[in-house]
């Protein structure tokens, strides 16, 4: 069954990753898909390449997020190429592990705007094209467990994950009177390339895997069908909604 037959799904830092994952994950599910990234021209192409691989239409748009003008001009190019925005995944994050006591100002501002004003700005510029086509649409923020828990080395990180989820709560209440739906997806730890360093180490890396009931840490398309989920119809009452995809990492205490 295809969930998001005949919508255009616009998603963020989807050259890599859990972004390009959901990129590809939509097209497959009969979406246009328009990404965002970064830098790596390649990784966006080879992305574009595997959505037109479904028989559905790619267009890769370059941009920082952090940067206003950045989400007003994808969200412009989306609306051009396809006459319509009907999903923003709001996905592009970063990061740069680094310890609380020494954390240099430009790592806890960069962080800060990349993933927190990044994420406020698409969600944005997305709402306004939803509300002005006047028949609704579907915002889904990768939040994270981090939103929930702490992380000695992602004190400048763990902030801006609870104010994604914090962000889908509020806009949930603002644009509900227009039909727009905004759910956040909150990844346990899943491999990619934000902690291939940080996972490494062996010692964490082990001790993160037992950590999780499922056995085993996330790949990128553990967070496909939850994302795809809250973007279509199927989740049609799902609003101001957190879906927490860790393989039950979040609720193991003991
Ligand atoms: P990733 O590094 O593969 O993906 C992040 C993407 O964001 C990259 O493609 C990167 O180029 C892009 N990006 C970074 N800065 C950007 C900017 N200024 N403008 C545009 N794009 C930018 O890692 P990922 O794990 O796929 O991360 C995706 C999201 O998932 C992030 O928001 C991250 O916080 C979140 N997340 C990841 C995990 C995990 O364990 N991997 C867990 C919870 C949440
Ligand atoms: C997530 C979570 C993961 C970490 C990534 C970078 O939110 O904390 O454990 O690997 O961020």
């Known amino acids: 069954m295809k969930l998001l037959e005949g919508k255009t799904v616009l ?12 990129a590809i994950g939509a097209a497959q ?15 966006a192409d080879a992305c574009i390449a595997a959505i037109e691989a479904t028989g559905q239409r790619g267009l890769a748009v370059k941009g920082d ?19 319509r925005v009907d999903v923003m995944v709001s996905n592009a994050g970063i990061c740069p592990f680094h310890s609380f006591l020494e954390m240099p100002a430009e790592t806890l501002e960069r962080t800060l705007r990349v993933n927190l004003h ?4 698409m969600c944005q ?26 992380g000695e080395y992602q004190t400048h990180y763990t902030p801006t994950k609870a104010g994604v989820h914090s962000l889908m709560q509020s ?8 039909g727009i739906r905004c759910n956040s997806v909150l990844p346990g730890t899943i491999l990619t390339e ?16 037992s950590r ?10 553990d967070m496909v069908g939850p994302i795809v989920f809250l973007a279509s119809d199927m989740a049609a009452y799902v609003t101001g909604a957190a879906l927490l995809v860790d393989g039950g990492m979040f609720v193991n205490l003991q």
């Open 65 to 83: 997020v952090a940067e206003a003008a950045t989400a007003t001009d994808f969200v412009a190019k989306a609306a051009a190429e396809f006459g």
């Open 212 to 221: 999780v009931p499922l056995g085993r840490l996330g790949q990128p398309e």
């Open 118 to 121: 990044g994420a406020y700005y």
């Open 194 to 209: 934000i902690n291939k360093d940080d996972l490494a180490d062996e010692g964490k890396r082990k001790y993160m895997e």
């Open 11 to 22: 998603v963020t830092g989807a050259s890599t990753g859990i972004g390009r994952a959901a």
């Open 29 to 43: 599910h009969g979406a246009n898909v328009v990404i965002n990234y970064h830098s790596r021209d390649d990784d």
């Open 171 to 178: 806009t949930a209440i603002a644009l509900g009177r227009h």
């Open 125 to 150: 510029a997305a709402a306004k094209a939803m509300v002005e086509q006047g028949d609704g649409g579907a915002i889904v923020a990768v939040s994270s467990i981090s939103a929930l828990v702490g």
